[in-house]
């Protein structure tokens, strides 16, 4: 059998914005080289053209990644995106550059990792240029559900549990309940276009299967790392030493678990107790976020420097290195999340995960087994848990050693290329014989 192609997309190539999405959509890129059934095909969004970035095609936004033939770049203008439907306003990125391109490489395969500042109508087209092609959609958040950057919270913060016309226009009442019915109509119609969801978590998939897409065309297949030098336990000693890794923003809780530390030190328990509690940020993106996020951040930082380092961006090459300096992987998101790749480097680096009690944490990290719970957005609830890691005689021990095997990306590259061979095989895009799991 002559090897098939599968495209991936994704919104951002990780040289471009480093995100958990993009670099996982890049190295599964990589691992799927070695298949010997598949031949993969990169195309990543990315804003205004650049010559470090290559040299651009005339007459098209396509430019191509220097250095390897299958991966391009895709320029769109983030000003002539309707965010609010989720497509970009000139169409002819679809139907003139998007249709050439699957034209000139006609994948078997289209598998989407994101669409935002891309649009649905990717999706549409991929259809309809390649009626014969699976089309598979990774879930990586709940943009489709929601609004609100798909966070699912309501923009006073508080956390949302479900999303309707009349729920929304609360949120955003510039918007009528009527807006968000055809919004939500519009969305839907373009992912019945899809043949199989992938789901990196039950709670992703629980949610998308209430918001109305049939259970049978989801399935739970977790993303899987690539092989890595693992980080050991090292010698006896007071386990102090906290890490976070992830964008800065107001949805990761990087501020709330400064604020934890903050309160940390006057705690009874942690006072005399060892080495003082110590935590380093690793990350990037601030620069992106609200001038009052910025400068909110920037004070906690300043009254808190004896108790945090802001490392910044790292590379995922020095993420075993970076993970020998910590002992617990704080994952703070006010959010529900999803399946964050965060939780899956520190298991597979054996470190315990200290992380909110709700959504795909809760899923991941179970408390006493292999981390701690901190109930969500509460500051004292952190500080009582990073204080019960730091001063527990044997905690650390214990939980290190109920930490799960994290599933390889070589393993969870081989389970996709079943998907797709299985897809490939069905006579018809509807009633794939796919139960979720």
């Known amino acids: 059998m002559s090897r098939k192609r599968v495209l991936y997309i994704v919104h951002a190539h990780p040289t471009v914005l480093a995100g958990g999405a993009e670099n996982y959509a890049h190295q599964l890129y990589e691992q799927m080289r070695d298949d010997a059934g598949f ?16 040299l651009p095609h005339l007459g098209t936004p396509l430019i191509p990644v220097e250095g390897d033939p299958n991966q391009y770049l895709l320029y769109t203008d983030a000003a002539g995106y309707d965010y609010f439907n989720g497509t970009m306003k000139n169409k002819g990125l679809y139907t003139e550059h998007f249709r050439a391109f699957l034209e000139a490489y006609r994948p078997d395969v289209v598998h989407f ?9 990717m999706v549409l087209q991929a259809r309809r240029t390649l009626p014969d092609a699976a089309i598979v959609y990774t879930l990586h958040e709940y943009l489709p559900i929601c609004f609100n950057d798909g966070q699912m919270m309501t923009r006073k913060g508080a956390l949302c549990d479900h999303a309707s016309p009349r729920r929304c226009h609360e949120c955003f009442p510039d918007r009528s309940p009527q807006d968000f019915f055809l919004r939500e109509q519009f969305l839907k ?7 199989l969801f992938i789901a990196p978590s039950r709670f992703l998939k629980n949610r998308y299967v209430q918001w109305g897409i049939d259970s049978d065309r989801i399935r739970v297949e977790e993303n899987g ?28 809780g990087a501020d709330l678990a400064i604020e934890a530390m903050q309160l940390l030190g006057d705690r009874p328990e942690v006072k005399g107790a060892g080495p003082a509690p110590h935590l380093w940020l690793h990350g990037a993106n601030l620069e992106y976020q609200s001038e009052e996020f910025q400068d909110r951040f920037g004070r906690l930082l300043a009254e808190n420097d004896a108790s945090v380092t ?15 300096g910590v002992d617990w992987v704080v994952v703070p998101s006010r959010w529900w999340e999803n399946s964050p790749l965060v939780i899956q480097e520190a298991f597979q680096h054996h470190r315990p995960v200290i992380c909110s009690d709700i959504g795909g944490m809760a899923e991941k990290v179970t408390p006493g087994v292999n981390g701690l719970h901190f109930r969500v957005g509460d ?11 730091a001063t527990t005689e044997g ?16 393993e ?15 006579k018809s895009r509807k009633g794939i014989a796919y139960v979720g799991s």
């Open 379 to 389: 500051a004292r609830s952190l500080a009582g848990a990073l204080a019960e890691a």
């Open 225 to 252: 790392r690539p092989l890595s030098e693992r980080v050991e336990a090292g010698e006896s000693r007071p386990r102090a030493r906290f890490g976070f890794f992830g964008q800065f923003n107001q949805f990761k």
């Open 412 to 426: 969870h590259a081989g389970n996709l290329t079943g998907i797709y061979r299985q897809l490939l095989k069905s």
């Open 310 to 324: 802001l490392k910044g961006r790292y590379r995922p090459d020095e993420l075993p290195s970076l993970m020998a």
């Open 189 to 195: 119609s373009h992912l019945d276009l899809v043949d």
């Open 113 to 121: 990792q994101h669409t935002i500042f891309l649009g649905m109508d």
């Open 395 to 410: 905690l650390w021990e214990r939980l290190h050693s109920g930490i799960p095997q994290v599933p390889s990306l070589k």
């Open 39 to 54: 031949e993969p095909v990169l195309l990543a969004r990315t804003g205004p053209p650049s010559y470090k970035q290559g």
